[in-house]
């Protein structure tokens, strides 16, 4: 079945940028979403349609694309942006979807 | 105000059958795909299917295909996620979650129920 590839980690100190990527195949022809958890607490979209921000969610989130891979940009990382990300997506013939392996943001 | 409210957490043995609900409240419940989401301890994210209650369309990832059944009630505004027959490994946080409009025909969560812990143990 479909999966979508993300890196386990990407460390961070406070003030600078973490970049975030998700590889696909079929990331050229479905949009993706994607949503931060952190722990104990259900997830949280922060960006929808690649590109777009949700009502509420900080500017410093921003999401960009080219070909097959998809990247989530946080730009002045602050402490509270410590969490588990996850990119989200459908299959080439949009019958189903899938979530990414997921990425823990570290903020040194 | 959209709300998702899940049943409570659950120990049950292996080979027993369970059915976790999530009632929604706030919106035209018939209108929106609700879905559920695996999430096994310490692991990540799963999307195991989704249903449009006003229709009853149902969708499964090849992964949970055959495993579970989703369904709704529009009577109730409640979707349904079952097993017939519990292994060990259906331990896991389960969640439901709502499509939100803003992703238009996309199925993106938006609002999320509280989790329901699933725990199968002899």
């Known amino acids: 079945s479909y999966e979508l590839t993300q890196p386990p980690s990407v460390s961070v100190s406070p003030g600078q940028t973490a970049r975030i990527t998700c590889s696909g195949d079929?990331?050229?022809?479905?949009?993706t979403y994607w949503y931060q958890q952190k722990p104990g607490q259900a997830p949280v979209m922060v960006i929808y349609k690649d590109s777009e921000r949700p009502s509420g969610i900080p500017e410093r989130f921003s999401g960009s694309t080219s070909g097959t891979t998809v990247t989530l940009t946080i730009s002045g990382v602050q402490a509270e942006d410590e969490a588990d990300y996850y990119c989200q997506s459908a299959d080439s013939s949009n019958t189903y979807y899938v979530f990414g392996t997921g990425t823990k943001v570290t903020v040194l | 105000e959209v709300q998702l409210v899940q049943s409570g957490a659950e120990v049950k043995k292996p080979g027993e059958s369970l059915k976790i609900s999530c009632k929604g409240s706030g919106y035209s419940f018939s209108s929106y795909w609700i879905g559920w989401v695996r999430q096994m301890p310490g692991k990540g994210l799963e999307w195991m299917g989704i249903?449009?209650?006003?229709?009853?369309?149902?969708r499964y990832s090849p992964s949970f295909q055959g495993q579970v059944t989703i369904s709704a009630d529009k009577s109730t505004s409640t979707a349904y996620l079952q097993w017939s027959s519990l292994k060990a490994s259906d331990t896991a946080m389960y969640y439901c979650?709502?499509?939100?409009?803003?992703?238009?025909?996309?199925?993106?969560?938006?609002?999320w129920g509280q989790g329901t812990l699933v725990t199968v143990s002899s």
């Open positions: 979650a709502r499509q939100d409009g803003i992703c238009g025909g996309g199925l993106c969560y938006g609002s």
């Open positions: 079929a990331l050229p022809k479905q949009y």
């Open positions: 249903i449009y209650p006003g229709d009853s369309e149902t």
